[in-house]
């Protein structure tokens, strides 16, 4: 659904899936990436004795640690995947609303609700288990569901006329990424262009 009224504003919801769309694969894979190198890390600093020594080789202990993080990377992919799944079904659910003033990514209630459970869950985690990290993520996670980025703040936007997609990027690694229909992918590609300042780069691919 998408209106256009006359306050130069427009709007509308959309259901994105999770695992089937690029873009924001691209975003999960980022984190798992962190995770899975992470894991590699702690590896490497349990098996660095025996590389220092020159005994990694000789060392079948040191191929079992290494077999033990595959398997966890492994199992990590594999949950999420899951997760996403059963939890999420597979969408998100998000409305976007444009003005003359800013771009503004919502997670609408449905979406809000489980989001919230989810933060609301790492939080206790992290506070029982005594890890900061943790904690902190729930509660950043929680303070960003929504998204507003001014018009004067994006220094380039990238058009995906097949993907129905643009992404927005802003200073300090501030990013957004607009999901349209096919419908409405032109009028919605033509208001952005015309918001976006001088200073803005415009790329298509």
């Known amino acids: 659904m998408m209106d256009i009224n006359t306050k130069n504003e427009i709007k509308w919801d959309i259901d994105v899936s999770i695992l089937t769309n690029r873009f924001i694969m691209k975003e999960l894979l980022k984190v798992l990436g962190i995770a899975t190198f992470i894991t590699f890390s702690i590896v490497f600093l349990i098996t660095l004795p025996s590389i220092l020594s020159g005994n990694f080789y000789s060392n079948s202990s040191n191929a079992s640690d290494i077999k033990y993080a595959l398997i966890l990377i492994g199992l990590l992919f594999f949950f999420t995947a ?19 003033n800013s771009v503004r990514t919502i997670s609408r209630v449905e979406q809000r609700s489980k989001n919230s459970k989810l933060n609301f869950l790492l939080i206790i985690i992290g506070l029982l288990a ?7 993520a729930g509660f950043l996670a929680n303070s960003r569901q929504d998204q507003d980025i001014k018009w004067k703040k994006i220094r380039k936007a990238t058009f995906y006329p097949y993907s129905s997609t643009i992404t927005l990027s802003a200073g300090y690694g501030e990013k957004s990424i607009v999901f349209c229909t096919k419908e409405n992918y032109d009028k ?16 298509d691919k």
Do not use: H, W
Request: a positive charge; aromatic letters at 16%; glycine letters at 4%.
């Open 188 to 203: 919605v590609s033509e208001f952005i262009r015309s918001m976006c300042s001088e200073s803005c780069q415009i790329r």
């Open 130 to 136: 005594r890890n900061p990290t943790a904690t902190g």
């Open 82 to 100: 899951v997760f996403i799944f059963v939890y999420y079904g597979n969408k998100y659910m998000l409305s976007y609303r444009m003005d003359s």
